[in-house]
């Protein structure tokens, strides 16, 4: 997984809340068996004034001009500015490989779905809820500013704003660790390979009818 | 020390060790697989050079994609129209045969929605960790079951560890007391809870559900409640074991036998909360108070009951719900105000995990036995959740009920309720659907969903517009 310390980019807004995955990434999009080339179908509804399909090539669709992304002032953005809620819906980890792909690498809103924000921090993806009002006085001051990019300091857990303000933000260790250091987190888990075989050989004890009978 | 709930007992019993800042690795005992998020997992596998940790936990059965059709469906995966769809589910039979995983193959009997397959082979038991890279995981915690959705990385981590990273969720306890009006189903529960506490309210809890309508409730009506615990927010929904759950899971496929069942009752009888178990939050419904309900927008938590009018957004209580409102209004094509008796829907959806087992069909084949479906209606889809559902149903005449009305009987499959196969709506058209999300192009583009329980799907096909099923007329045979 690539890792993430300080990161600084052009914001964008997306602007409503509960924003599911369906939204995120429509279902058409899921058949495909690898993990990358999400990012043009990212938000696909609300981007394009068609219906898109799988395997398209989407330069030459019809853009909704009324969408955020689609227009000028945030081209190239990777922070994205969100409201609560946001990813609510199912387990499609489709929903972070789209953003991802698009070129996001941090989602900044109130509140997040909890698969999708589980999800976020397996991609290199940081996640970073806030309270609301700080959130709305950052949609306000990307609306006032074209350009506004905002700094993530992810080792010293703070967001820098083009007026100097500092905003501290919560993470939680081991996922910080993880992303900080671009750690693989099975790898982690197979260091502790000794105690997952002494919980599993007492579990059979306790509970012989949870093995052996798929097979 | 307080008691424990059922969710502390079954998260102690599977915690194989705590890291110092709360993270815990948890054990899981069952990993359900279907074809949409597991390609990348063993593909991440192979790259890695990693083999699953326990074979026997795993079980896997393709659903989202399968054609429901029932020629199409004939010929097998090499007989699926759409090529992405069918190279989808053959990398599913492939990796299933790489890495021996047992697979129930599209046209297996035992083949179905993967939340339907699972209690109904007793591959997913009481006191059991499930997870699966879907969702609606949530349905098995009806068995007394610890289970919610995992993200594809995760499914990753399940094959190569059989554990997963997590952390303790809080405990919600919704009790609903007293008892449900004729006609009001588990459905219009679990929708009236989500309109209660909103899509959110249940973010980052467990919710336990218990109190008498659930105690008199079946084990499906169980995992209807339990499958939309992620609607309102939690990735896991349980209820506490008891001789309903048991008489459920006795006799079943992978249920445990003889000796062995003695000795799974003797601690599945624990599987329940303490009487001074602890809740960070309890919300209480009485049963009496829910009328049958459908969703009139984008969220599912835009509810209503049968007999409102869709509200002015001015009326709402902030100034995002007024927004959401607004947006709601203006995709679905309705006015506030409007008597949702009033909405016509164009078709109608009776299947998806929440609801297309045998008692949901049978409810909705009592509504309509002797009628036909209203000429308005374009399609009425009837998608039972299994191979084993369809045939019993096909033995109690339930097909030809539906056939001889007008509707269609299909192979099983997730079909329209989230149209990734040839299921699904054209733009603009409204459906009463009996599945679990009614997001802006859920069921397909531009497609405008109401949710609604077996029996209101079915009645809204007769009458073509919404109607109140307590009132419902059932002909006699």
Redesign the interface.
Known sequence: MKSFTVHKGVAAPMDRANVDTDLIIPKQFLKSIKRSGFGPNLFDELRYLDEGQPGQDCSGRPLNPDFALNQPRYAGASVLLARENFGCGSSREHAPWALDDYGFRCVIAPSFADIFFNNCFKNGILPIALDADTVERLFQAMYAQEGFALEIDLPAQVIRTPAGEDIAFEVESFRKHCLVNGLDDIGLTLESAGAIRDFEAAHRQRAPWLFDRIR | MAGQTLYDKLWQQ?V??T?????A?L?I?RHLIHE??S??AF?GLRL?G?KP???????AVPD??VPTDSAERAGGVEAIA?P??Q??VR?LDDNCADFNI?EFAINDRRQGIVHVVGPEQG?T?P??TVVC???H?STHGALGALAH??????V??VL????L?T?KMKNMLVRIDGQLQRGVTAKDVVLAVIGRIG??GG??YAIEFAGEVVRDMSMEGRMTMCNMS?EA?A?AGMVAVDDTTLDYVRGRA???ADD??E??VA?WRELHSDADARFDRVVELRGEDIAPQVTWGT?PEMVLPVDALLPQPDSLASA?AC??AR?AFEYMGLEPGTAITDIRPDRVFIGSCTNSRIEDLREAAAVVRGKRVAASIKQALVVPGSGEVKAQAEAEGLDRVFIDAGMEWREPGCSMC???NADKLG?GEHCASTSN?N????QG??GRTHLVSPAMAAAAAVAGHFVDVRNWQEETQ
């Open positions: 599977h194989v060790e890291r110092d800042d709360g993270t690795l054990y005992d949409v998020t390609p990348q593909e890695a990693r940790w326990r074979l026997d936990a795993n079980l989202h994609n759409d992405v769809s190279l989808q990398t047992v591959a038991l006191g059991m890279g879907d969702s995981t959705g995992i993200g594809t990385s995760e990753e981590h190569a560890t059989q554990c990273i952390r899509t959110a973010t980052g992620i927010g990735r992978y249920a445990p062995q069942w000795q799974a601690a969220s995002s927004e959401s947006r989230l149209a990734m733009a999300r997001f802006e192009g859920r583009f531009g």
